[in-house]
């Protein structure tokens, strides 16, 4: 990511000393840094590490849309996860097709998304516009779910 830029240059989105807390522990603690308008941030990272939270929190004082990739699941999805039965790729790969279709439509946004295997990766990226991947590294002991 560039960081020669001004905090006036239009075509940038500033972001200083974003801190956000977990619970007692911070979980995001003083970063700043700036994306190219139109970019795409994507929090990566296992179920209950903060992706939401931080993702939220992140789009806000970017002025940015927040995307939660688990608001575009398909129904057959839904009710696939509600009995307990772990998602495949057959079932992933449709709901990556739709988030990548979101993020096109979209001009610069956070998407917080459990896409942890490279492939789903390779088809966010697909979306013709540079996507920015940020896994947080969290603690087993800080995890919630």
Request: charged share 25%; with cysteine.
């Amino acid at each position: 990511m560039p960081t020669d830029n001004t905090p006036s240059d239009e075509n940038y989105l500033e972001v200083k000393d974003l801190v956000k807390w977990f619970g007692d522990d911070p979980a995001v603690d003083g970063i700043s840094f700036s994306i190219p308008k139109g970019d795409f941030l994507t929090l990566l990272g296992p179920s209950g590490c903060g992706k939401t939270t931080i993702g939220s929190s992140l789009a806000e004082s970017l002025g940015v849309l927040f995307l939660d990739a688990d608001d575009f699941h398909p129904e057959a999805n839904l009710k696939k996860m509600s009995s307990g039965t772990p998602l495949d790729d057959s079932d992933r790969i449709p709901w990556l097709e739709i988030l990548r279709e979101e993020l096109r439509s979209n001009r610069g946004c956070v998407l917080a998304c459990s896409a942890l295997k490279q492939k789903y990766r390779s088809i966010l990226e697909d979306a013709d516009r540079n996507t920015v991947f940020i896994m947080l590294d969290i603690s087993l002991s800080l995890i919630h779910i």
